[in-house]
């Protein structure tokens, strides 16, 4: 059974950081595509960032460019989220997802598993 868990939500203040993370189990982690997705309240599931499997390529929605990084240790089965300079309009549920689909790393169709969810809120 796949799995993916995320942790390290929180409350901070803006300008402040977090490191989300997201450990996968049940799977080749790998062989998948990585990707972090936020959802605020009221609004749609929405792309920020994503690495291909082999760590070679990252992309990154332009809001978050500069202050959020996407990493992945594949030897602990683990996806990262860095994420710097915090806004309130950064505040959301981050999800993050694995894939072998093809397609653009932004498209959420592209991802064959998704985890519950990591609350972050920012505070002004």
């Known amino acids: 059974q796949v799995q993916l868990v995320e942790s390290g939500g929180g409350l901070v203040q803006a300008g402040g950081s977090l490191r989300l993370s997201c450990a996968a189990s049940?799977?080749?982690?790998?062989?998948?595509?990585v990707g972090w997705f936020r959802q605020a309240p009221g609004k749609e599931r929405e792309f920020v960032a994503a690495?291909?499997?082999?760590?070679?390529?990252?992309v990154y929605t332009d809001s978050v460019k500069g202050r959020f990084t996407i990493s992945r240790d594949n030897s602990e089965n683990t996806v990262y989220l860095q994420m710097n300079s915090l806004k309130p309009e950064d505040a959301a549920v981050y999800y993050c997802a694995a894939g072998q689909r093809g397609g653009l790393l932004r498209n959420e169709m592209r991802y064959d598993y998704w985890g519950q969810g990591t609350q972050v809120t920012v505070s002004s």
């Open positions: 049940g799977l080749t982690f790998s062989s998948y595509a």
């Open positions: 690495m291909a499997w082999n760590g070679g390529y990252t």
